[in-house]
């Protein structure tokens, strides 16, 4: 299992910019593929960026696709979500997933997760 914290959700207007980050404790972690899920009330949850072990390749989910960019910092065991133009319907918690299983964490099954940060964005 791998450790993670994330950090830097809030409340901001529809229009603006945050960006997430996600600290792990795995040092080996070109192994490990990460990814952000989100879960907001009364929705599925939804994997809305995923990056592989090397940083190499990555995924959006359509939602978000143009908008959000996910990064990987192997010296500082830290990922990132920047979120550019949020939406109101990007209101949910995310999650930071790990797992060694890419499709794992596309799936939203990935092994280990963070604690989850707020992200609320108002009209």
């Known amino acids: 299992q791998v450790q993670l914290v994330e950090s830097g959700g809030g409340l901001v207007q529809a229009g603006e910019s945050l960006r997430l980050s996600c600290a792990h404790s795995?040092?080996?972690?070109?192994?490990?593929?990460m990814g952000w899920v989100r879960q907001a009330p009364g929705k599925e949850r939804e994997c809305v960026a995923a990056i592989t072990g090397r940083g190499s390749s990555t995924y959006y989910a359509d939602s978000v696709k143009g908008r959000f960019t996910i990064s990987r910092d192997h010296g500082k065991n830290m990922v990132y979500l920047q979120m550019n133009s949020l939406k109101p319907e990007d209101t949910a918690i995310y999650y930071c997933a790990a797992d060694r299983n890419p499709k794992l964490v596309v799936i939203g099954r990935a092994g280990s997760w963070g604690q989850g940060t707020q992200v609320t964005v108002s009209s």
């Open positions: 795995n040092s080996s972690c070109s192994s490990i593929h």
